[in-house]
């Protein structure tokens, strides 16, 4: 099993930063055994694809919508996941979930239904 916990949501303006973290605990395995992910889901829509890390950290996916805004990455020795968001807009308001799933097959994995461990959430509004 593995608990993931988020943390660093807020409500900032348009244009700020924000980190947002997950804390990955009550592991059986190395966390490095896991790839992660960032999700986002905004009031009445569907849950979205943000960003994915495999177990290294050397390889990483994001969706277009935040392609060179945001960053992903990761500590294992830490058990923490990152997401470092900058130049945010009011598109970007939602609550952002982190996901893990074993490190088994490599590509971009941007569906929700591929991983099965969730954090409960975290929340960003951006301000106008």
């Known amino acids: 099993q593995v608990q993931l916990v988020e943390s660093g949501g807020g409500l900032v303006q348009v244009g700020d930063s924000l980190t947002l973290s997950c804390a990955a605990s009550?592991?059986?395995?190395?966390?490095?055994?896991?790839?992660m992910a960032w999700f986002r889901q905004a009031p009445g829509k569907e849950r979205e694809f943000v960003a994915q890390?495999?177990?290294?950290?050397?390889?990483?996916y994001y969706a277009d919508s935040v392609e060179g805004r945001f960053t992903i990455f990761r500590d294992n020795a830490k058990k923490t996941l990152y997401l470092q968001m900058s130049s945010l807009k009011p598109e970007d308001t939602a609550v952002y979930y982190c996901?893990?799933?074993?490190?088994?097959?490599?590509?971009?994995?941007?569906?929700?239904?591929?991983?099965?461990?969730w954090g409960q959430g975290t929340q960003v509004t951006v301000s106008s």
């Open positions: 890390i495999n177990w290294s950290g050397r390889d990483a």
């Open positions: 009550q592991l059986t395995f190395s966390i490095s055994r896991f790839e």
């Open positions: 996901a893990a799933a074993w490190d088994r097959a490599t590509g971009r994995h941007d569906r929700s239904g591929y991983w099965p461990y």
